[in-house]
């Protein structure tokens, strides 16, 4: 059976009523017939009927032994970095989501934790850094927002040579276009908060591992811990589950007919799209991914915080918003956005231009976005036009 068909068929009618939509377990705690004698379920931190639903439908997905779900990604990504102990090393991506490297730098590393970023397009600077102490390799591909993909394989097998796990967060591909269990990687991260859940509607976090030893170790973390996701959220992100592969299929159209439109302006300096044949890696990217994803970066010529404002003020259905992944389009300014935080000088050699844009392509008719994006692009250029630099 295809994926299509199965995400939908996999998740059954309610055993006890028939119910084609997962009923919302609404409950805390979980009637007991005499003690420790139940039907499977205790108390909703350790287990809920909604949530263990949307667990198994990702778990299915991203082809795992066990999946686990968070209260949101960041809440995903922490519960992951809790194998972690005093003294152990962590090889990241330099261009990790901030979130991640606010957690990293400024909860883990104080309890002794070290975490060296690197560029892992190349995999051999993974392998000049991995030592006995490395514990986990961190990666995102493709990254945000400059879309960089590392080699998935490769990397897994550096890991695992040195005897460390590797972690993919697969947010912004989604298991639709990658499955990095396939690829040798032993946990899977998500914000499902983006593609999963696709209506910028609800924070979830999701976690799948590839082996029963992982399985029990995330398992007592999230009962340990606690920041479980509520069965409301469960329900949420399970419908937007559904319709996974369909708004995808769209986006990632809409996507790629927009990066194609890009590369013929000739106020624009680059355009990062994993789709393009001069992207790095690109063919990386056709070999690990089957579509190359719905967010599209680009710079302009005239390359100031100031024409990016211009641009990103000028859209109607581009929405500037943090956040992507959802059916109506986003856009967003990193250097004051997403990346405000960053030192300047740090975001510059991240290859994060001041005048960078990130559009989050939703499923809109690809003419009505590129037509907003043109008159945006009028707009910025008239109010530069005296300078005549755009
Ligand atoms: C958004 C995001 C996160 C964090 O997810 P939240 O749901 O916002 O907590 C982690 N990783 C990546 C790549 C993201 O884009």
Not at 34 to 52: F, L
Not at 63 to 80: H, K, Q, R, Y
Request: hydrophobic letters at 40%; proline letters at 4%; one cysteine or more.
């Amino acid at each position: 059976m295809r994926e299509e068909t199965n995400v939908l068929h996999h998740i059954l009618a309610d055993p006890l009523t028939g119910a084609i939509s997962t009923p919302i377990y609404q409950t805390s705690t979980f009637v007991q017939e005499a003690p420790g004698v139940n039907q499977g379920y205790d108390y909703a931190r350790t287990n809920n009927p909604t949530r263990k639903v949307l667990e198994e439908t990702i778990t299915s997905l991203e082809e795992g032994a066990a999946g686990f779900a968070f209260a949101s990604g960041l809440a995903a990504v922490d519960a992951v970095a809790k194998l972690l102990q005093a003294g152990d090393e962590v090889i990241a991506v330099d261009d990790i989501y901030g979130g991640s490297f606010r957690l990293f730098q400024h909860i883990y590393q104080k309890f002794g934790i070290t975490i060296k970023y690197v560029d892992t397009t190349d995999p051999e600077n993974v392998a000049r850094e991995i030592s006995s102490r490395t514990r986990l390799v961190w990666l995102e591909t493709p990254t945000n927002p400059t879309l960089k993909v590392s080699d998935i394989q490769t990397i897994a097998d550096i890991a695992h040579g040195a005897g460390a796990w590797l972690v993919v967060d697969n947010t912004f591909a989604s298991p639709a276009l990658q499955k990095p269990l396939r690829h040798g990687a032993d946990i899977v991260v998500h914000s499902a908060t983006k593609y999963l859940a696709g209506h910028s509607d609800v924070l979830a976090g999701l976690v799948v591992v590839d082996s029963e030893e992982l399985a029990e170790k995330i398992k007592f973390i999230q009962n340990a811990t606690g920041g479980v996701l509520g069965p409301w959220d469960c329900w949420l992100t399970l419908r937007g589950i559904q319709t996974l592969h369909l708004r995808l299929e769209k986006q990632c159209r809409n996507a790629a007919a927009i990066a194609q439109y890009l590369t013929t302006l000739p106020s624009i300096d680059k355009v990062y799209y994993p789709g393009l044949e001069n992207h790095k890696n690109h063919d990386v990217a056709s070999s690990q991914q089957t579509l190359f994803g719905a967010v599209v970066s680009f710079s302009f010529k005239h390359d100031t915080v100031e024409t990016a404002n211009r641009f990103v003020t000028s859209t109607h259905l581009f929405k500037l918003a943090e956040s992507l992944g959802g059916v109506k389009s986003l856009l967003c300014h990193p250097a004051t956005m997403t990346h405000g935080s960053t030192p300047t000088d740090v975001r510059r050699a991240a290859g994060i231009q001041d005048s960078l844009v990130r559009l989050s392509c939703g499923i809109e008719h690809a003419d009505d976005l590129i037509a907003d994006l043109g008159q945006a692009f009028s707009l910025t250029r008239l109010s530069f036009a005296q300078k005549a630099i755009i």
